[in-house]
């Protein structure tokens, strides 16, 4: 039983939408559509009833819809923690190699300062260092380099250096 995708076809860019309409338009829950609003989608002001523009909530959700096919962007990883694509904090990742061609990128999630990876081909890291700056790592090296001093205690590391 897959639940179908709310389409944004089914919108009318010119209308506004109350809370209540837009679930009723998806028949989805009152509550599934306020968590769009806490997810980004653009109300019109504070009044009450809120309403919505419906080209914002089109393009909302074709905008997710992407997101949801492509869950990470070039500079994203995906945080388990999170369940969600994040860009490392700091915009930095470390790149660990595994074969000639293939590594790990790990990174920290800016939200729950967990750790982030994301496997990369060797061929595909310019197009994510455009976005990050990385870090290359021999995975033999890190073990002598994690007797250096943590630099930045900001992401509550609590491990001893
Ligand atoms: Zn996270």
Redesign the pocket.
């Known amino acids: 039983m897959r639940k179908r995708r709310p389409s944004y076809r089914l919108v009318k860019i010119n209308y506004s939408y109350t809370v209540e309409e837009v679930a009723r338009l998806f028949g989805t829950h009152r509550n599934t559509v306020r968590a769009w609003v806490n997810g980004g989608l653009p109300t019109c002001d504070r009044k009450r009833p809120m309403l919505i523009l419906g080209r914002e909530l089109a393009a909302y959700l074709k905008a997710r819809r992407t997101k949801n096919k492509r869950p990470c962007q070039p500079g994203e990883f995906y ?1 388990v ?2 369940r969600a694509p ?1 860009r490392p904090a700091g915009e930095m990742a470390d790149y660990i190699p595994i074969t000639a061609s293939q590594g790990n990128l790990i990174g920290i ?1 800016p ?4 750790m ?1 990876y994301r496997r990369a081909s060797l061929a595909k890291l310019p197009e994510i260092e455009r976005i990050l700056s990385i870090t290359f790592t021999e995975a033999k090296r890190r073990v002598s380099e994690s007797s250096l001093p943590t630099v930045n205690s900001d992401f509550g590391r609590s491990e001893k250096p």
Do not use: L, V
């Open positions: 945080c923690r999170c994040k999630c939200e729950c300062g967990g982030i």
